[in-house]
């Protein structure tokens, strides 16, 4: 399977954020949903995809190619919503959209039109006056109108109400039955990811949990609750994080399958959802 | 190139239409009173040098760059086409004024003052300059830097002041030499030569302007 995109060792230090060595592969034809919590580093990550901020070091490539030497090439194969779309305020949209249309040589005017049907987008009204999800739902039909390759959404589902979000992640779906494309989408609605991506990649504080298959999460991660005993030296090396309750010790765990066996009497395994990893590693008590 | 300014051109349709006419009509007005082309041409090219700055400003007010470098496109393609819209902005603006200066009922100014080649070229360098130094500030700063650069102006006047206090009428003298140097240069060089050189050093102005706004650019982080 062929990488839309490529992102290798990727380096980006702001004063207090470090974005520390992330990589990962969205293969074609695949959703890839890039989780983490608020603060995470997930939007940083999108805009170093774009060029939108410096690098300060690591390589991007999509399709094959380096962004920075290909840039106009490669964007003219992106499609791109931001979490929080901003256009020019004052502009009507269908100015924005004519304005937009030259850039892409696949553009499709029609599709745009039924796009913006299917939206309910108000076409002859100013950007200004759109709530939040239809603001959104026209970046999204900017994005999905020029044939792209790789979709790029930062938080698209946010400020969208359930049942667009849901039609949302079946379109998502339906595009990639071109096994050309892929996705790339990040959102700290860990249902979404539930539904509809088929790699997960987790960012906590700047840095890289994991990158895996979303089956690979459900194998391997693992949720382990019970007495103190947990905590005792063959076990605690295989934790990545602990939490203390009152009712005793919840330890987060990404080797399932090796400490099934060893499991103390009391102690219950439950598989770990890609909420309970985020949760863990935002609260949990110590990381291994 | 042409995407650019074309979709710049839709975006701010409104805005420029508001300036393009209002600024134009007050400047005719106001150049048509005066009988010396001089005055209108210095004010009139500091305000036609702040329209460009004022629409790309909006574009950061909203927020807007990010979207527009997520377009096939390079941050160098995008300052270019800025660079020539602005021009292309100037150059309209100031025919527009000028025309309307003329045409002004009551006015002092006819043709041959409004365009002749010493007035045309002054303007020109007048907007060279103030254009020149503040798209880099723009780049760099965003609205804040046109803001410096008109504090800027005004702690220039003032220092211009005290120096004038200070040491007396010879600072007026050296200044009023200036042109009359420029004179000589040209009247040696002869009116065609003159303006061939002119022109020559403002595009070289521009062309500074743009490496170092390119520069600012290239860094800048959306």
Request: net charge positive; hydrophobic share 50%; with cysteine.
């Amino acid at each position: 399977m062929t990488a839309a995109l490529e992102v290798r060792n990727l380096r980006k230090r702001y004063k207090g954020f470090t974005l520390d060595g992330i990589s990962f592969t969205v293969p074609s034809g695949t959703i890839m949903g890039l989780v983490g919590a608020n603060g995470a580093g997930k939007t940083t990550i999108i805009k170093l995809i774009l060029n939108l901020v410096r690098r300060d070091g690591g390589a991007v490539e999509v399709f094959g190619r380096d962004l920075l030497a290909s840039e106009k090439e490669i964007k003219a194969r992106i499609g791109f919503v931001h979490e929080t779309p901003a256009f020019v305020e004052d502009a009507l949209l269908k100015d924005l959209a004519a304005a937009v249309a030259p850039f892409y040589p696949k553009w499709d005017g029609s599709l745009f039109r039924s796009l913006a049907a299917e939206f309910g987008l108000p076409l002859n009204k100013k950007f200004k006056t759109l709530s939040h999800g239809t603001k959104m739902k026209f970046s999204l039909a900017l994005a999905l109108a020029h044939g792209a390759d790789l979709l790029v959404l930062d938080e698209p589902t946010s400020g969208l109400d359930p049942v667009f979000r849901r039609e949302l992640l079946e379109r998502l779906s339906g595009i990639l039955q071109d096994e050309g494309k892929a996705v790339l989408f990040s959102t700290h609605i860990t249902t979404d990811l539930e539904k509809t991506a088929d790699y997960i990649t987790l960012i906590h504080d700047g840095a890289l949990v994991f990158s895996l298959p979303k089956h690979d999460v459900h194998d391997s991660w693992a949720v382990i609750k019970g007495g103190a005993e947990l905590l005792s030296p063959p076990l605690r090396p295989l934790f990545r994080a602990v939490r203390e309750t009152p009712y005793g010790v919840e330890a987060l765990t990404s080797a399932a399958e090796k400490i099934k066996a060893g499991l103390p009497a009391g102690a219950v395994l439950d598989r770990a959802s890609v909420e309970d990893i985020m949760l863990f590693f935002e609260e949990g008590t110590s990381h291994a | 190139m042409l995407k650019h300014i074309l979709k710049d051109l839709r975006f701010h349709r409104r805005f420029l239409l508001t300036f393009g006419v209002f600024y134009p009509i007050y400047l005719g007005f106001f150049g048509s009173r005066l009988s010396t082309p001089t005055v209108a041409a210095i004010i009139g090219a500091f305000l036609y040098a702040l329209v460009p700055i004022m629409v790309f400003s909006r574009e950061d007010k909203f927020k807007a760059v990010g979207f527009s470098l997520s377009l096939p496109t390079t941050r160098r393609e995008m300052l270019c086409s800025r660079y020539v819209l602005s021009w292309i902005m100037m150059v309209v603006l100031y025919l527009a004024g000028s025309l309307l200066m003329i045409a002004m009922p009551g006015g002092k100014l006819g043709p041959a003052k409004v365009f002749g080649l010493q007035t045309v070229l002054l303007t020109l360098a007048m907007m060279t300059l103030i254009y020149a130094a503040l798209m880099p500030l723009f780049i760099r700063f965003g609205m804040v830097g046109l803001m410096v650069f008109l504090v800027a102006m005004q702690v220039l006047g003032v220092v211009f002041m005290l120096l004038r206090m200070a040491i007396g009428k010879s600072i007026i003298n050296a200044i009023r030499a200036l042109p009359r140097l420029i004179g000589s240069a040209a009247a040696a060089l002869g009116p065609a030569g003159a303006a061939a050189v002119v022109i020559v050093l403002l595009v070289a102005v521009n062309m500074i302007s743009f490496v170092i706004s390119a520069h600012l650019f290239a860094r800048k982080e959306f």
